[in-house]
């Protein structure tokens, strides 16, 4: 029988990494890509089909997307857009060049890679789609604005999109993960030394009293209710191998919380939760 075949994006370490090692074992045709060279190297010597794919980068997009679609003859089953980064800062001190950096990859990079392989999905006549937002993909919270702003982005254009193919046999499904353990706040370190002047920021004492001391925690303070990335490629496989999987998963208690938080109280309430 021929394998069920997905491309995952971010598969350096995370969520990603930890779906392409759990679907791989469960038999599935797994893609799994990476940005830097020396990733897909890496991955590579792991025994995964591993291709680089710069979600920032239209022609990385299609060139990866032609590659794996050269090696499965065409076909692709599903996809699951990972990855992300974050830049944390006050929106105040955020600016124009660095919202288009975040969202040309959080954002753009995945609905473009989604439109190359709509094509081949609707051709074959069935395709999952799976975009990884999160719980900000809904909830607010400060100094996260640039991430926020992308993942709420992400859903309503992924909503969107579900209704657009309404009519037709693909499934169009968003996972929403709380707090996951991976090396996102590490990872986004550069990109706040790159965009944000604390030094000329209007509320530097809040960066250095709240921010700093979380981003550069050198023991990687566990937050409350965080699961391990499994936590999330269960919910992922549900997403693709059930027969009528979800519109929406959702992924750790404060997830769950804050959707009901949302829809029971006011905005005012809700501010007042969220910035706590």
Request: hydrophobic letters at 40%; one cysteine or more.
């Amino acid at each position: 029988m021929k394998s069920n075949s997905i491309l995952i994006t971010g598969c350096s370490s995370g969520i990603g990494y930890d779906a392409a090692k759990t679907l791989h074992a469960r038999g599935w045709q797994v893609f799994a890509s990476c940005r830097k060279a020396e990733d897909v190297a890496r991955m590579q010597q792991e025994g995964f089909n591993a291709v680089q794919l710069d979600l920032a980068a239209s022609e990385s997009i299609e060139t990866a997307v032609a590659q794996v679609l050269a090696t499965t003859g065409g076909t692709l089953d599903a996809v699951f857009n990972n990855g992300a980064f974050g830049t944390p800062g006050l929106v105040e001190d955020l600016s124009r060049e660095a919202l288009q950096d975040i969202f040309n990859t959080n954002v753009f990079g995945q609905i473009e890679l989604t439109n190359k392989v709509l094509p081949a999905m609707r051709a074959q006549g069935h395709g999952r789609i799976v975009m990884c937002s999160s719980v900000l993909g809904f909830a607010a919270a400060p100094f996260r604005g640039a991430y926020i702003s992308t993942k709420f982005a992400l859903e309503g254009i992924t909503d969107t999109l579900r209704l657009e193919l309404r009519d037709e046999p693909l499934d169009i499904i968003l996972i929403e993960p709380g707090p996951i353990k991976t090396l996102i706040r590490q990872n986004s370190i550069a990109h706040f030394e790159r965009w944000i002047d604390v030094e000329g920021s209007a509320q530097r004492e809040r960066y250095e009293t709240i921010l700093k001391p979380r981003l550069y925690d050198p023991a990687g303070k566990k937050d409350t209710f965080e699961l391990p990335a499994s936590a999330v490629t269960k919910k992922l496989i549900h997403a693709l191998e059930h027969r009528n999987p979800k519109l929406r998963y959702y992924v750790t208690v404060p997830t769950y919380l804050a959707s009901i938080f949302k829809r029971l109280t006011s905005t005012r309430v809700f501010d007042f939760l969220c910035a706590r």
